[in-house]
């Protein structure tokens, strides 16, 4: 059987495109476009951030140099034709998932992505948050904290635990594994949630009692979702 194609970009000639990360004006976009086989070669193109860039052929990723970091390769995330003439730009996704490439080809808006190297894997009891925040809404004194994986992986936490009334901390990008609730008297425990995937920049709202708790999840244009949680362990 032979190998599964690998996701990526053409070009045809003549397209256009530009890099448009306004928040490192320092950083930098490569494309490296490989040659048609049986050549090896590889052509190496560079974005200009304020005037199009002239780019042709197959590439499979997009390299991004921060300004005094290391370079990051962003994957193709899906077959894509596009051109000639069309244009577009590149620009950081949502939430910083990827970077997103939106064209004009042919008078047709085209969209795709080029996705994070280390992309979350969603396991059947989690929440994928993006950009957005956790806030204690119980009811009683019980406190609240989060422990969830960023994008390359790195597990974290919001300690210390907040109070009634109170988000955990900064926005949050990544997959919540766990909340743990802990009140004055009684042992800490864990509580995980089904699947649920939050749109950019919604938030959601640990809500009911230590004893019996729930998830609100605010949906985008939509109603609330209130997600059960599960007491997986005690602490």
Not at 21 to 47: G, K, M, W
Not at 161 to 184: C, H, K, Y
């Amino acid at each position: 059987m032979p190998p599964p194609i690998q996701p990526q970009f053409t070009f045809l000639s003549p397209c256009y495109l530009v890099y448009g990360d306004e928040s490192d004006d320092q950083s930098t976009a490569t494309l490296a476009f490989h040659e048609p086989p049986p050549s090896t070669a590889i052509n190496t193109v560079t974005l200009k951030k304020r005037h199009f860039t002239r780019v042709e052929g197959t590439t499979f990723a997009l390299t991004i140099t921060p300004n005094g970091g290391a370079p990051i390769t962003y994957r193709a995330g899906q077959m894509l034709q596009v051109g000639p003439n069309a244009w577009g730009i590149i620009q950081p996704g949502a939430g910083g998932f990827g970077y997103e490439l939106a064209m004009t080809d042919q008078g047709k808006d085209v969209n795709a992505a080029f996705e994070s190297p280390n992309p979350i894997i969603i396991g059947p009891n989690s929440v994928l948050i993006n950009d957005g925040s956790v806030n204690n809404g119980l009811s009683d004194d019980t406190l609240l904290e989060v422990f969830y994986r960023v994008l390359d992986g790195t597990p974290q936490s919001t300690a210390p635990p907040v109070p009634p009334g109170q988000d955990t901390g900064s926005l949050l990008t990544g997959e919540i594994l766990s909340f743990t609730l802990s009140s004055a008297g009684k042992f800490a425990t864990r509580w995980s949630a089904e699947e649920v995937f939050m749109a950019p920049g919604m938030s959601c709202v640990v809500i009911g009692t230590f004893a019996a708790a729930s998830l609100a999840v605010m949906m985008d244009h939509q109603p609330v979702k209130i997600v059960a949680l599960t007491n997986i362990i005690p602490l």
